[in-house]
């Protein structure tokens, strides 16, 4: 009797683990690759052209989308395009080797080309994402240089625009004097006519004493084009009008009409480095040589948790700057970021 109970535990034991295994093993999204290999796990994510699988028994998996030959997942997913277009459904592979999107009822099937995809669940559109960084540098010895920089970055994506706005702030000394203090802050909203093509109003205001300036404000509308906008990189160029003004302590006020030529460039060395760049250029349509640029370029190295390194390098040109004042300002400075 005890011989036969004990089976019988055994069995309801065997039964209970296959129920434990057996729908883990059916809800295991797949993917097959061109050589044959076949991966199980969770369709995780997807930056520029690399899929990332995630399971319980190994370390995350990257592999290529250019040689993946079948997919499915056993979940609705959310799949971007490269075109823009977004698609939710499950993705599954039909015997004549087709990937499609099974969307919901009603809303058919899709045929799909895994070397299209751009994001596989991105964040949820109208919600707040950026960074904050702060930087500094301290010498001493024949010379004392102390330098501190705070900077926060915001943007929000909806389903037809953007908005995003920056904060600078730099001071800086030399053998205990102030040598520069600066406050720059700007906002701007992007609305898509297309998934490529936008217009947009921009305002811009600096305010720096140490180039004579009581505030400097830059403000007006333009268009731009989204050349790409995928995880692993971004390139957007604008052309439009400004009115630019500046406001001096001491000098002479100057206001002007001015073009905007701006570019807007990210790019996703490694898994961990980024590189961005935005140039903005500002000739006077009154005189073509006379011009401001800003450009600031930037390289962080991802350290864990949102955090990362950053060497940041901004380069300021007016090439009519106020009496006894230099043209070019340049500065670099290397510091921690936190992306939320």
């Keep these: 009797m005890l011989q036969k109970n004990s089976l019988c535990a055994a069995f309801v034991c065997m039964f209970a683990g296959l129920a434990v295994v057996l729908p883990s093993q059916a809800l295991a999204d797949e993917v097959l690759l061109d050589n044959g290999v076949r991966l199980k796990g969770t369709v995780s994510a997807l930056a520029g052209d690399q899929l990332t699988i995630t399971s319980d028994y190994a370390e995350p998996i990257k592999v290529k989308t250019s040689r993946i ?113 600066s406050v720059f802050g700007s906002l701007k909203y992007d609305y898509f006519f297309t998934k490529k093509f936008y217009g947009y109003l921009g305002v811009e205001l600096l305010n720096d004493s140490f180039k004579d300036l009581n505030l400097r404000t830059i403000v007006g509308p333009g268009v731009g084009y989204q050349i790409w ?26 206001n002007w009409i001015a073009a905007r030529l701006a570019g807007k460039f990210r790019y996703q060395l490694t898994d961990s480095i980024l590189f961005t760049d935005d140039l903005v250029l500002y000739p006077s349509l009154g005189d073509f040589s006379d011009f401001n640029l800003r450009n600031e370029a930037a390289i962080s190295t991802a350290l864990g948790s949102g955090w990362s390194l950053k060497l940041a390098n901004i380069l300021e040109y007016d090439n009519s700057p106020a009496s006894g004042k230099k043209s070019t300002d340049s500065n670099s400075l290397i510091g921690l970021q936190y992306a939320f």
Excluded: C
């Design 229 to 254: 906008d995928d995880p692993k990189k971004a390139l957007a160029v604008e052309a439009g009008l400004t009115y630019f003004s500046n406001d001096y302590k001491s000098a002479k006020d100057k």
């Design 69 to 181: 030959s079948r997919i499915s997942t056993d979940n609705p997913v959310e799949l971007q395009m490269k075109s823009g277009e977004i698609l939710k459904g499950n993705l599954k592979t039909g015997d004549d080797g087709v990937i499609a999107v099974e969307q919901s009822a009603g809303r058919g099937r899709v045929v799909v080309d895994a070397k299209n995809f751009a994001a596989i669940n991105p964040p949820p559109v109208n919600q707040w994402h950026g960074s904050v960084f702060a930087a500094g540098n301290y010498q001493t010895g024949n010379t004392d240089r102390a330098a501190f920089r705070l900077g926060a970055d915001a943007e929000r994506r909806g389903e037809k625009d953007r908005f995003g706005m920056r904060f600078l702030y730099d001071i800086s000394s030399q053998d205990d004097d102030l040598s520069s203090r």
